[in-house]
């Protein structure tokens, strides 16, 4: 570091969750600006559980711009991140350092170096959406560091849609409509809360991580081939979607739990049936993920109306919403008795999250587990499997808050002196 | 039986063969007379291989219709059969029987009860077309029997569709069209020959067999519940589908084994995408299924242009299509590298048909098997797995013709003396 002068970081820790849509984005119309070719509906999921927290310091000391992930240093020269940067930067403002009363002009970001560091608290590679928690709590970080204020609201959802086109959903809690937009430039892609997290309190979400030994195909690559070859994309987004994104935001508002499970459900198999209709076709759903569909249809049937939905991003795991708290209790039990942990699986390294599920299901041990009966709706069922280990860890969570401001110093991931990754 | 004029019986013996679609029917307009929602093209396989040999007779002595199939008595009260009978008897006219001059008079069909016995040379539950060689056999063999002849071209395929809708695509050999038809009685839904078995010699069909633990959806219900809710599977049939028909009609015409086996793909991606399209999704296609697609989309990428084309029926089996005999050979490979039989499975039981293409792999143990090395497309893939057992059995065959009558007396079923299944 240079003279006396040029030594101070300043530095704003965030944290941003996760979403998991339920009207799903598959394609874009502007591969450059990630424009969407139709208009996506996610849940928010809680931050507490599955997000990602961002440290953003500024130092005149800094030499470049630098970013670590998960603890490990990477690149920051990808186009996403570039753009992120760069569109934040020219929205800075004059900010003022608390301690020191020092002023950071506006202009002066243009030329300050960004340090970033970011970390999710669930794995990055179980396809849970880490990069739209991580390009969310990108973008809001720098907000509070560079002292931007939205012109227009859901002017920061279109600069995380820039880094990742769901991450535009990860910055508001509840319930969230990304609206495709029609401007050429993106301003109008934007994301817009639906209900805050508060508004239907009964939904319990669990998530099974479900063991994938095959590589998938990444979204990103995966959605540009349905672009180019599937038919019946181009009909799901100009035909069934805005009719949904209606029906959708409706069960949401009025809480229609037996709506919501539908459209969800059928949403998610048709946006992986447009996969299949990709050429060379595309598969994220396995036979466990199949599994799991028939143990929720088989259910929802037997109990003559929808208890649970699913869905499934890019990725073999599936996102179960629950009714209710009791009805959560009950496909935790379900998923324990047909996807039991393998014998060697502590319980409480097999059902992550909210602890207070696992208590209403009764279940405490291994033993518990063992113990479990057959549902009623399985009776008729010949060769049920039940394989340890074909699920990985199951999540318990809810209905989330969006992205917010780490308060306390010992949050922040990067070294105040240092401005380098904390040991 | 009652007096002696009355012991006579007479019978005939035909073979049908099966064939699978590459332009897929799925969807009925109208569910009693079998009408499909759009038309669809198939190859029909050699009846040596894949067919089912059924003898019908007629004797004053049989006291109500009845049925064997494999051997087993069934009820023949099933209303596809009762359809078929009432209008082939409606059809017959005079026969005489050469053996004694005796003469059958057209208005007594309606009162001779007719006897059926039919076998399949492949398994029956292994999702192979069974119901559709079974009613082309079954019509194809009553004609012959009653004297039906065709007042217009396709007559018979209209009834055989009666008893299976694809059947009707089963009368014929080579490349067969079934054209859906306008007409409400159906008269017009016929099936019509596109070109004859000899005219694209270099094909070469390889089946695997999948082995399926779980119950399939059938596809009569399957159907209609794709009908019912899967807002796709309108769009395929009035849009996708009839660009397509064209598209085959031409390639199969110019033998253009690049379009056809592109068609071929997607087609049968886009049916499946239908079925998960589906509420609730109907899966056809297992784990083992995606890896034989792997195995193809891998190997065509690698090669340049297609060499090998795949398409599943309404279950996990994999129908594939080399583009000539040295392909097919190296195709077998393949399927013996990535999917070895059970370790005590004799290599006869593994590879079953034309054992031709079985020479031309080079492979006459499971020691050959044992040595195969791994083909150059798979260089780069980590953890291809190799699980004995995961596909039952191969057949390989050609493409085949259509129904005929079988002469020689040892062909027939049942007993000439007593008219019941032949001991």
Not at 112 to 128: D, K, Q
Not at 416 to 423: A, D, E, I, Q, W
């Amino acid at each position: 570091m240079g003279n006396e002068e040029e030594t101070w970081v300043v530095m704003k820790t965030a944290r941003a969750p996760s979403n998991i849509a339920v009207i799903k984005y598959w394609g874009k119309r502007d591969e450059k600006l990630i424009l969407p070719i139709n208009s996506s509906i996610s849940v928010t999921l809680d931050p507490e559980h599955l997000s990602a927290t961002t440290t953003v310091a500024a130092s005149p000391a800094f030499e470049k711009d630098r970013l670590w992930l998960n603890g490990k240093e990477v690149s920051v020269e990808g186009v996403r991140y570039k753009n992120c940067l760069r569109e934040m930067r020219a929205r800075a403002t004059d900010v003022v350092i608390e301690s020191s009363g020092k002023v950071i002009r506006k202009e002066d970001w243009n030329s300050l170096h960004i340090h970033i560091a970011s970390e999710n608290n669930f794995p990055t590679a179980a396809g849970l959406a880490s990069s739209a928690a991580g390009f969310a709590c990108l973008v809001y970080a720098l907000a509070q560091l560079m002292g931007v204020q939205e012109k227009y609201e859901g002017e920061l959802t279109a600069i995380a849609r820039l880094g990742s086109g769901s991450a535009c959903r990860s910055l508001y809690g509840g319930f969230v409509e990304w609206k495709m937009g029609q401007e050429i430039d993106g301003t109008d892609s934007i994301a817009v809360q639906l209900a805050e997290e508060s508004h239907w309190k009964d939904l319990v979400i669990i998530i099974a991580v479900v063991s994938s030994r095959q590589k998938e195909t990444s979204s990103t690559s995966g959605m540009q081939e349905s672009v180019k070859t599937s038919p019946l994309l181009k009909y799901r987004a100009e035909e069934v979607v805005p009719k949904r994104i209606v029906q959708m935001e409706k069960a949401i508002k009025s809480m229609n739990f037996t709506e919501f499970a539908k459209i969800t459900c059928a949403d998610s198999n048709q946006f992986h049936a447009t996969c299949l209709d990709t050429s060379p076709p595309i598969f994220y759903l396995n036979d466990t993920s199949r599994k799991l569909i028939g143990l929720v249809e088989r259910w929802n049937r037997h109990a003559g109306e929808p208890q649970v939905a699913y869905t499934f991003d890019a990725g073999p795991n599936a996102v179960m919403f629950a009714k209710n708290k009791e009805v959560a209790a009950q496909l935790l039990q379900r998923l324990l008795y047909q996807f039991p942990p393998s014998a060697d699986t502590d319980i409480s390294r097999y059902v992550h999250g909210d602890q207070s599920i696992l208590e209403s299901a009764g279940v405490n041990s291994l033993k518990d587990i063992d113990s479990l009966s057959a549902p009623a709706e399985v009776a008729g069922i010949p060769n049920l499997q039940r394989i340890p280990g074909e699920v990985d860890y199951l999540i318990c969570t809810n209905v989330g808050k969006g992205a917010y401001v780490l308060g306390e110093q010992g949050a922040n991931l990067i070294d105040p002196v240092s401005g380098l990754l904390k040991k």
